[in-house]
Structures are given as structure tokens and as C-alpha cells.
């Protein structure tokens, strides 16, 4: 089992930057790919970026340019940057990690608030 613990979230004002840190533990191994996802009240959960091991990225089309997504892989941690913040960034950011163990398991967060406001 992998737990995944999110933190660094908070209120912003728009134009701002805020970090978001994930740290896995657990039965760590064969984790391939971590990354971030977001859901705002009554909207679906969408991308916001993933990094696998060899360090390729994939973002959101919503996020590109702005965020910037990282790994460390030694200490089992993933962050993301987010530059130019938006009031539609505001969601709650899950940390997701794909695992190959047999067969390939996904893992989430508890998510951590972002809100972009005046």
C-alpha cells in the first residue's frame, strides 16, 4: 500500500504562486508515474500535471506555462509551482501515483484547498 500525504495548499490572490508538496510512503516501489489532479465543486477531476520516473511531464492544456510539476525520486516527494494563478485554478489538488505491482495500481490523496481570490 502507498499512502500519499498533500500539503502546501491556502488562499492566493490572483497573479500569485503557490507550491504544492506530496510525500508517498509506504510500499513505495514500482511507482512510475506521481502527479497532481484537481476538482472544483460540481465540476469532474482533471489533469493538472504528472511526471514519471524518467522525469517526462504531461500537463493540463488549462496549466501550461503557468505550473510546473517535479520529482524526487529519493525522497519520494512531487511538487508543483504554480505561477500566474488564476480564480478558476481553485479546487481541491489531489496527488495521484501509479504503482506497477503485479498489476498497476493507482493511489490518491486526501487533496489540499487551493483558492485563488481578492
Known amino acids: 500500500q502507498v499512502q500519499l500525504v498533500e500539503s502546501g495548499g491556502g488562499l492566493v490572490q490572483p497573479g500569485g504562486s503557490l507550491t504544492l508538496s506530496c510525500a508517498a510512503s509506504g510500499s513505495i516501489s514500482g511507482i512510475y508515474s506521481m502527479g497532481w489532479y484537481r476538482q472544483a465543486p460540481g465540476k469532474e477531476r482533471e489533469l493538472v500535471a504528472t511526471i514519471r520516473s524518467d522525469d517526462s511531464t504531461n500537463y493540463g492544456d488549462s496549466v501550461k506555462g503557468r505550473f510546473t510539476i517535479s520529482r524526487d525520486n529519493a525522497k519520494n516527494t512531487v511538487g508543483l509551482q504554480m505561477n500566474s494563478l488564476k480564480p478558476e485554478d481553485t479546487a481541491l489538488y489531489y496527488c495521484?501515483?501509479?504503482?506497477?505491482?503485479?498489476?498497476?495500481?493507482?493511489?490518491w490523496g486526501q487533496g489540499t484547498q487551493v483558492t485563488v481570490s481578492s
Open positions: 495521484k501515483a501509479d504503482q506497477w505491482a503485479s498489476r498497476i495500481k493507482t493511489y
